[in-house]
């Protein structure tokens, strides 16, 4: 197990953590919870040997092997499956090892045959099947299989470095927001995978689904203090709120969410068309009334500015074919943005679920039919590229007065205040910022504009579970239409009225909630993995099947050898043994050596060795018997 004893630790002079002492047991899946900057990066270096305490003690297992997800992929020409197979450490060098042994003289045939033996035991020659199953899960098709590393963006090496962690055999896995870069799809299955792995996991998230299906416990890093809590995030939360709840704060929060829920649930429970949305409510009400307080105490407090002016509808599809150049993924979408419309986008990875807002935000003109707008449609569109246009040399509050120059600067930061960009961050430049930071700034900017129509891809990439929850009751009250992509399935599900899939060139309405939509994406794994193998596959399992056959043969031989060798030299001592006790059998039946006069201590020699031999010779005839049975069993 991992022991702290009265443990301190600091990134530079600031001191993140004092007197943790607790404990973490083999098997347990550890949720890492704490506001930005807290210590839990910090605490999984220190794990790592990357960090040093200031004072106490760490015990971890001698030997266990540490699986994480290296920060940085370099420009490699590897190709990404054998990227990911380097994973698995051990296996890769016995890979590098028996393909020295075989280029160099017959005589390592015996080192062969235990290199066979060794790759055997660790399942070696599924490995690349493995690695295949991993890639799939987290998006890649068969043709990235072959791709260099170095041809694919920052997102997904990001995902080939998540990849190679997984086929680590790993004793303790560590893992820093592995959901970030992912869709709902790839989220879904690490979900399933994770809860599947035998090892000791540590987990940072801001994914409160995803924490409470993975984690049964959680480590909450407050105020310098780590606290270690049974259960997974909703029952964390449960408790925290106990300390919280007597504040004023809480209940106004929880009553404005409360609400929100509960005149949706009366407005659609009677529509059949909107039953199962209002079902998925009544879940998430349960947990609001319980968990809300946990966030009492967030710095974030800002809402959605009233609209400059609304349309009825704000923006029309009218059977829209929408791609890139001559290539179509979407085809003949109609749809229709209504003020107040909350609509979440589901779909799996590279469906065109992003391509689908790039046209609704006139970023990408379609291929063929209308894109209508209303006379005051105002689009707010979120996006990852959003960050990079953030310039690094100004700081928060000089953002907003290039786009307000008119505007008081007092005004400007208390607005920026609630992002918790106060005192010396309102004015710092934000090229050093941290992802969240970056974030949250491009979501001020976006919400100052006052938009009427709100279009967000994956906008809880890098944020906290703070600044998610009041991203979430932010949502919830403004009167704009909101269209949403995310993996944030506590989002969606609080946010969002309607769901619309986007699959095999198709967006449509989903009839059914993130439930029904997971069971769906189940059916469809299921489906794809019952087909036939394809022709490369079928090599590939034909050349392992070989290759397994040949490494049993040597494996045989290897244990055959001196199986033989050992039952040779036995015969022969054997028949050395038999041959003297014989002689000596023959001189001890001499009478002479037992009459009156004869040397005693002759006698007593002989006798001592007749003993000895009849003793050899029955221990090596037992020890012959069984190497016969053993060489017979593996014949």
């Known amino acids: 197990m991992i022991q702290l004893r009265r443990l301190a630790f600091s990134r530079g002079v600031d001191r993140l953590v004092e007197e943790a002492s607790f404990q973490l047991h083999p098997g ?6 704490g506001a930005n900057g ?7 270096a220190l794990l790592r040997s990357q960090l040093h305490a200031d004072s106490g003690d760490l015990e971890m297992p001698p030997g266990w ?42 005589s390592e045939g015996e080192r062969i045959a235990l290199l066979h033996g060794r790759l055997e035991e660790i399942g070696g020659y599924s490995a690349r099947a493995r690695a295949a199953a991993l890639m799939h899960g987290l998006g890649f098709t068969d043709a990235d299989f072959a791709r260099p590393v170095a041809e694919f963006s920052g997102g997904w090496r ?33 979900e399933d995978w994770l809860k599947r792995y035998p090892g000791t996991l540590i987990l940072i998230s801001h994914d409160r689904d995803f924490l409470d299906a993975v984690v049964d416990r959680i480590l909450h890093v407050e105020q310098q203090r780590m606290t270690l809590y049974a259960g997974n995030y909703s029952a964390f939360e449960r408790t925290r709120a106990e300390r919280l709840a007597g504040q004023q704060v809480t209940f106004e929060r929880q009553q404005r969410e409360i609400a929100h829920l509960q005149s949706y649930v009366e407005r659609f429970r009677a529509k059949a068309t909107k039953a199962r949305q209002a079902q998925s409510r009544l879940k998430a009400l349960d947990r609001m009334e319980l968990v809300a307080a946990a966030h009492a105490d967030t710095p974030f407090t800002f809402g959605f500015l009233e609209p400059l002016g609304m349309s009825d509808p704000l923006l029309q ?59 005051h449609l105002r689009i707010g569109y979120f996006a990852q590229h959003q960050l990079e246009q953030l310039r690094p040399d100004e700081s928060p509050l ?27 961050m309102a004015t710092t430049p934000c090229g050093s910022f941290s992802g969240g930071e970056k974030t949250r700034l491009a979501l001020a900017l976006l919400i100052r504009q006052r938009p009427n129509l709100l279009l967000l891809d994956e906008p809880t990439n890098h944020l906290d579970l703070d600044m998610r929850e009041a991203l979430t009751l932010a949502l919830q009250e403004t009167e704009a239409a909101v269209v949403l992509v995310s993996h944030d399935r506590h989002l969606l599900r609080t946010t969002c009225d309607e769901l619309w899939r986007v699959h095999d060139g198709v967006a449509e309405a989903f009839d059914g909630d993130l439930d ?8 469809l794994r299921s489906e794809q993995q019952g087909g036939s193998a394809t022709e490369n596959e079928q090599k590939t399992a034909r050349k392992e099947a070989r290759a397994e056959s040949a490494a049993q043969r040597q494996a045989l031989l290897a244990q055959r050898r001196p199986l033989m060798k050992e039952a040779e030299k036995l015969e022969k001592q054997l028949a050395g043994w038999q041959g003297e006790k014989a002689l000596l059998d023959q001189r001890l039946a001499d009478p002479a050596l037992y009459s009156h006069g004869a040397d005693g201590t002759l006698l007593q020699s002989l006798l001592k060795r007749q003993s000895e031999l009849a003793a050899n010779i029955d221990g090596s005839e037992l020890r012959w018997l069984e190497i016969q049975e053993t060489l017979e069993a593996l014949e």
């Not at 600067?409 to 607005?415: A, F, G, H, K, N």
Request: some cysteine.
């Open 28 to 33: 347990w899946k550890i949720g890492l919870t």
């Open 38 to 44: 807290c210590g839990k990066s910090s605490f999984l």
């Open 65 to 106: 092997i540490i699986g994480h997800v290296a920060q940085d992929t370099p420009a490699l020409p590897d190709a990404a499956l054998e990227f990911v197979v380097g994973g698995d450490e051990e296996f890769a060098g016995i890979e590098r090892e028996l393909a020295a042994a075989e280029a160099a003289h017959a």
């Open 158 to 190: 990001v995902r080939l470095n998540l990849a190679r962690a997984l086929m680590c055999r790993s004793d303790l896995l560590l893992l820093d927001e592995p959901t970030n870069h992912l869709d709902l799809d790839a989220v879904l299955w690490l």
């Open 317 to 375: 599809l009218d059977g829209v074919r929408i791609g890139y150049g001559d290539k179509t993924l979407i085809n003949n979408v109609s749809l229709s943005l209504r003020p107040g419309l909350r609509l979440g986008l589901l779909g799996r990875n590279g469906a065109g679920k992003s391509t689908l807002v790039k046209c609704l935000a006139g970023v990408l003109a379609p291929q063929a039919g209308a894109r209508i707008e209303g006379r």
């Open 398 to 424: 000089q953002h907003l007065l290039r786009q307000e120059p008119q505007c008081r600067e007092q005004d400007l930061r208390d607005y920026i205040g609630g992002f918790d960009f106060r005192g010396d």
């Open 516 to 523: 029904d939509y997971a069971k769906w994406l189940d059916r």
